[in-house]
Structures are given as structure tokens and as C-alpha cells.
């Protein structure tokens, strides 16, 4: 059709659909980021704003920073972060040997990508992201860094400045990325080779820190594949244009509701807690203010003025009488009697709420009894039951989509030699997690419980009848999530086994030596008592 719209005018159409249905989140989130994290900046338009004078009770900020301290610890471990193994497709049709021997090979791929996700950018990133985690949706974007010294850099796109759309199937299929704080002459640096008009490049040059409205987008092509286009708000063409083989940003999203392509965090649900302790520990500073200072009355005699008198220790106020028929001029009304300890108790109960729904497991010291080592154990099995399917999400939102976008940026450096290829039935990408490991706790523990239930019917030396040892042991390394590097190869192994049959050789020749001793030393004396 001739008047069709296709090309920029098309995305700024869908880019404005996203943000007209990010608008209704808006107000979801601000609450949230007023009582939990006041220094944020507030949704939709990326102006900073002053801090939220409403904060008395700091239970819900501190505890959002641990919740997202513990967010990272669980699906960005500090050790190796990632493992690349055979797929399920793969691995039942190849030998152990060879199953062995290609893991090996995957993990070689990923012992040379990992130590980019070492550095302190990734990790900064990382916090950041499970900071709006906390909240609701957060993004991780890797970049293609200037030069090979920098190959790859990692950067949070902030909450407030990401908006999506879902497909039909509920998969996020576009992401934008707006920015309303970037200056001209800062737009230029970030796409030297853009296309610019004129007029922008000459305002560049006159007013190159006037800050301008530049969209960001991401979306995902019928053949699979990933597009990056920058545009401004209103007018010119394509800034740029870039095809990925793999999705660019990761989007992650800790707890999702059916239909909804936006998050919502442990901050969301316990915010109405975290108003309530908020709100009395309002009121109970405002009682203990009023039994510290008191309120008072004074009569309109002329004697008292209050608002020339100044309130403090030491000070005088000039009075003609204090007293008389009608009593003292100035006196206190309040009987300063409020139960401030019912006010601790209730507080103290609504703080550990808090501290439950987001993942604060710290030990706190409220004055009672001390929970046992027990219990605490007790608790973080339970919050990982709890949010297992919270975690799952996690790790496929964020590893599975980083780590093969670092991949291709490496290989467009030549740092590694193919591109990789992820599909779950011939390749899989494991990840070195404590909530991953969680994950893989049933599978570990059924296959131990069967091993102990062989051994106690045919015996512990004909277990190798039933089991096959070498699968047994790599299943149960795949659970445990250890690197398949650590695994022998078959020359080292038989080179393992040669060393282990000569120190036993050599172990029964020295205990037959020792037996021998005697033996030989009374036929060593038996000349010499002949010949006495």
C-alpha cells in the first residue's frame, strides 16, 4: 500500500506503544522506590529528583540491599560463573568416552570466555541490575568495547529507562532503551560513524551539552535473529543499524505474572509491610518526642509570650507571676505516660517480616533469645524451595542470554575462533550457582540414594554390576556443576592406574618385608650360635 509506514516512522510507532503500556507501571513502582530506595531516580522520565523526606524506619531500605546482594550471590557466582556441556540429545547417543571428551572440548570454550566476566565491570553491572530486581525488571546489556585491549563491556540499563513489548507467546521480543540525558556532542561519541543530518551536527558544535531525546531499540527478526537501531524522538532517520546472531540485552524479571512482560520483586510484596512499620515508627518517634519535650499550656495573661521565648536548657523566660488563683501561667499537659514498648514490640514483628520477604537471613541482635545454627540452616533451604522457580527464570533470562551475545561479540574480535551455536537438545549451558546447584539437588540425590540402596542389597564390591561407575560419576559431577576439565583423560588414567598398582606392589613387598624380618634375622644369628 502506498501510504504504508515503514522504516523510522514504524519503530517510533511501536516504541510508542511500549511506553504508553509502561506508563500504567509507573505508579506500581513509585511507591516502591519512595519508602525502599528514596536516591532512585522515579519511572518514565530519568530527571533525578530530590531524596524522599518520608523514611523513618530503615529496615526496608537495608534490607533491599542484602535482598540484592543476595540476588547476585545466587545466579552470578563469584567463582567460575558458567559450564558448557553435551545436551541431552547428544549425550545419550555418544559413549562415556566420548561424552567425556567433548565436554572437555565445550569446556575449553568456556574456560575463554569466562575471564571476561571476571572483571569489575561485569560484576558492577551485575548489582546493579538485581538492585532494580528488587523492584521489578532489570537489564543487562553487553557492549562491544573500543579495542581488543577492552573487547567486551557490561552496562545496567536502569529500570526506569527500559520499556517491552511480549509476542503472542508472552516472550519479550522488543526492548527500548530511552535516554533523555544524553548531550549532542555525547551522541556522537557513542556512534562515530552514525548517520546525522546537518543541522544536528552544526547544533553539535553550538550547543554540544544540550541534552536530547535518543531511542534505543532492540527486537527480534522472523529468522531469529536480533536488531539494534538508534533513532531520535522525533525527527531523522536511523542513527544505526545492527543484526545480531543472538538477543543483544538480557531482561530479567524476578517474579512475572501470566500476560504481564514487566516484574515484580520482593520490594513490591512486602511493601505494604514495609508502609505499616514505616508509618508507627513515625508515630513512635513523634511519642517520644512528646514525652521528651512535653506539651504545655500557657495562659493569655501577658506575662508569657511563646513566640519571643526560646526553648532549651539554661534558658530564662521573663515572667511577671508563675502562679496564683487561677494557677501557674506555664505548665505541662501531658501525663508523659505512652507505652513506647508496645510500639518496639509491633515494630519489631513487622520488621522481621520484612526482613523474610526480602531474603535478609542475617543474624540480628533484638535482644531475645538467639536462633540456633539450625534454624538459620533451616530458613535458606526454605527460601530456596520457595523461589526455585523465581531462580530458574533467572538463570535462562540472564546467563543464557549474556554469555552467548559475549560470545559473539569475541568472535567478532577473533578472540575465539567459531561462534557457538546454543540449542538445550545438543548443547547445554550450565551455570555455577548456588541456586543452579539447588536446582540439580533432587536429580544429585536420587542418583546417590540408588547407589546406596544397590550397595546394601549386592554388597558394596559388586555395586559395578548394577551401575555403570564411569556414568554414575560424570552424572553426579554434571549435578554437582564441577568443570569437566578436572576429569582424566584415558592416557592420563591409565598412566593413574600403572602409578596406583606399582605403589600397591611396592606397599605388599614392604609388609611382606616386615613379616620376613624375624625370619631372616634368626637365620642371619643361627651360624654364630653354632659356632659359640
Known amino acids: 500500500m502506498a501510504d504504508e509506514v515503514t522504516g523510522v516512522a514504524k519503530q517510533r510507532q511501536r516504541s510508542a506503544k511500549a511506553w504508553e503500556e509502561r506508563s500504567g507501571w509507573d505508579g506500581i513502582y513509585a511507591d516502591a522506590y519512595n519508602y525502599v530506595l528514596p536516591n532512585r531516580r522515579p519511572g518514565g522520565r530519568g530527571k533525578t529528583k530530590s531524596p524522599a523526606q518520608m523514611i523513618f524506619d530503615m529496615t526496608g531500605p537495608n534490607s533491599a540491599m542484602h535482598c540484592a546482594g543476595e540476588i ?33 572440548q565445550l569446556g575449553l570454550m568456556a574456560s575463554q570466555v569466562y575471564p571476561y566476566f571476571k572483571t569489575g565491570d561485569f560484576d558492577t553491572a551485575a548489582h546493579e541490575m538485581c538492585t532494580d530486581l528488587t523492584i ?92 539494534f537501531v538508534a533513532y531520535f524522538e522525533k525527527d531523522g532517520d536511523f542513527i544505526v543499524e545492527e543484526t545480531y546472531r543472538t538477543q543483544p540485552i538480557a531482561v530479567a524479571r524476578f517474579y512475572r505474572w501470566p500476560g504481564e512482560a514487566y516484574g515484580r520483586g520482593p520490594v513490591l510484596f512486602a511493601l505494604p509491610t514495609i508502609k505499616t512499620a514505616n508509618k508507627a515508627q513515625e508515630l513512635a518517634l513523634k511519642a517520644a518526642a ?37 494557677g501557674p501561667d506555664i505548665q505541662r499537659l501531658d501525663p508523659a505516660s505512652g507505652r513506647l514498648d508496645i510500639a518496639r ?50 538463570n535462562r533470562e540472564t546467563i543464557a542470554v549474556v554469555v552467548p551475545r559475549a560470545m559473539e561479540i569475541l568472535a567478532e574480535w577473533r578472540i575465539l ?57 560424570d552424572r553426579t559431577r554434571s549435578a554437582m556443576l564441577v568443570p569437566a576439565d578436572i576429569v582424566t583423560t584415558p592416557e592420563e588414567e591409565q598412566a593413574a592406574v600403572q602409578q596406583n598398582n606399582e605403589r600397591q606392589m611396592a606397599a605388599l613387598a614392604a609388609e611382606g618385608a616386615v613379616k620376613a624380618a624375624p625370619q631372616i634375622a634368626g637365620a642371619l644369628m643361627a651360624p654364630e650360635a653354632e659356632a659359640a
Not at 166 to 183: C, E, H, M, P
Not at 354 to 367: M, Q, S, V, Y
Not at 420 to 449: C, H, R, W, Y
Request: net charge neutral.
Open 72 to 104: 547476585q550471590r545466587q545466579i552470578f557466582p563469584a567463582a567460575t560463573p558458567f559450564q558448557i556441556e553435551c545436551g541431552p540429545l547428544i549425550a545419550q547417543r555418544l559413549p562415556p568416552d566420548q561424552k567425556k571428551a567433548w565436554d572437555k
Open 417 to 473: 575462533p567459531t561462534l557457538m551455536t546454543f540449542n538445550e537438545l545438543l548443547v547445554t549451558m550450565s551455570i555455577n550457582s548456588p541456586m543452579a546447584a539447588a536446582l540439580k539437588a533432587d536429580e544429585l540425590q536420587a542418583s546417590v540414594n540408588y547407589y546406596q540402596l544397590v550397595a546394601n542389597t549386592v554388597g558394596p564390591d559388586r555395586v559395578n554390576e548394577k551401575i555403570s561407575m564411569d556414568r554414575y560419576l
Open 290 to 326: 512528646i514525652q521528651l519535650l512535653g506539651i504545655w499550656g500557657y495562659r493569655a495573661g501577658g506575662t508569657f509570650n511563646p513566640d519571643t521565648v526560646r526553648v532549651g536548657p539554661g534558658e530564662f523566660w521573663p515572667m511577671q507571676s508563675t502562679g496564683g488563683v487561677l
Open 136 to 227: 521489578g525488571t532489570g537489564a543487562l546489556l553487553p557492549l562491544k568495547g573500543p579495542s581488543i585491549e577492552d573487547p567486551i563491556r557490561f552496562i545496567c540499563v536502569p529500570q526506569d529507562e527500559l520499556a517491552v513489548l511480549q509476542d503472542a507467546y508472552s516472550r519479550i521480543y522488543f526492548v527500548s532503551w530511552k535516554r533523555t540525558n544524553l548531550g549532542r556532542e555525547a551522541i556522537i561519541e557513542a556512534w562515530p560513524k552514525g548517520r546525522f543530518s546537518k543541522e544536528f551536527t552544526d547544533a553539535a558544535k553550538s550547543k554540544p551539552y544540550e541534552e536530547v531525546t535518543v531511542y534505543q531499540d532492540f527486537f527480534r527478526l522472523p529468522d531469529g535473529r536480533w536488531k
Open 345 to 394: 514490640m509491633v515494630i519489631s514483628n513487622q520488621q522481621q517480616q520484612i526482613r523474610e520477604a526480602l531474603l535478609d537471613t542475617r543474624i540480628f541482635d533484638d535482644g531475645g533469645t538467639p536462633r540456633s545454627a539450625s534454624e538459620i540452616a533451616a530458613t535458606m533451604r526454605q527460601n530456596a524451595s520457595v523461589h526455585i522457580g523465581a531462580y530458574g527464570r533467572l
